[in-house]
């Protein structure tokens, strides 16, 4: 009896594995749909699926994050899409500046969320990021600093040109300054170094460089690392989990 009830379950745990494949498989030839209606210049299309997307597989577009993300900035009309994943990074920015994908994000992408007044993120974190990224497009740079050259530090900046000037660094604190600022204090603007000087030497005095508003941050306390919560399951992915999770938010919507 107990081997037709583990056979029973088995059964059903194979069901359930194929059911859920078909599904997340379902997932992706829509989103190359979508792809290939924008090629066509299926602008009503191409703005339905987005939506339908949005709708309707949130659970999938969240766990191909990286992916959907870096596709909404090569693709000129996934603008809801692309809007979808900056509101998300928003509200999580670890989902994408801890994603192991993270130093292949194209530069207008990490301008743009740089631009973001609500990023939920320490100006000195977001100051890190900018510096890794940077550093990962340029593989020849050499780990410690003390053997850079002027021409190292140059080349550095030009890659982060267009992203330093979003950065808060008035609103980072004179011991993070001293910590994250000081060592690439070459590829900041002379006047604007100055001035971030002056700002924790004689707080009241004018400076000309702009001060930027600090990030509207809604929680005191702000994740550093996203935390991976083991699946009891060997059977069940990542992939099925979340898409059983969305089925459930759903259920309750309509409850």
């Known amino acids: ?18 059911f859920l494949n078909v599904i997340l498989h379902k997932n992706l030839i829509i ?7 924008n ?13 339908h997307f949005i709708n309707n597989n949130a659970s999938w577009l969240r766990l191909n994050f990286s992916q959907v ?3 909404s900035y090569q693709v000129k009309n996934f603008k809801i899409i692309r809007n979808f994943c900056n509101n998300i990074i928003t509200k999580y920015p670890n989902t994408i500046f801890e ?4 130093h292949s994000l194209p530069k207008d992408a990490l301008i743009s969320i740089l631009k ?8 000195g974190r977001i100051w890190e990021y900018v510096i890794e990224w940077g550093k990962a497009k340029n593989p020849t740079l050499l780990i410690n600093l003390n053997e850079w050259t ?5 080349s550095l900046k030009e890659t982060l040109k267009g992203c330093l000037p979003h950065i808060g660094y008035f609103s980072i604190s004179g011991e993070h300054v001293v910590e994250k600022i000081y060592p690439y204090q070459q590829l900041l603007e002379h006047q604007l170094f100055s001035d971030i000087n002056i700002k924790f030497i004689t707080p009241t005095k004018p400076i000309s460089s702009i001060v930027l508003p600090p990030r509207k941050i809604l929680n005191t306390t702000l994740p550093t690392r996203i935390t991976q919560i083991p699946l009891p399951s060997n059977i069940i992915t990542n992939e099925h989990a979340l898409e059983i999770s969305s089925w459930i938010d759903k259920k309750r919507i309509t409850l």
């Open 31 to 37: 989103f190359d749909l979508l792809i290939a209606s």
């Open 39 to 51: 090629e066509l210049e299926l602008d009503e299309l191409v703005e339905h699926l987005q939506t």
């Open 99 to 102: 994603s192991k994908n993270f």
């Open 1 to 18: 009896m107990l081997q037709n009830v583990d056979a029973y379950s088995v059964l059903n745990s194979i069901k359930i594995i194929i």
């Open 150 to 154: 002027s021409n190292n530090f140059l």
């Open 69 to 71: 993300y870096r596709t």
């Open 116 to 123: 973001q007044d609500d990023l939920q993120l320490e100006e």
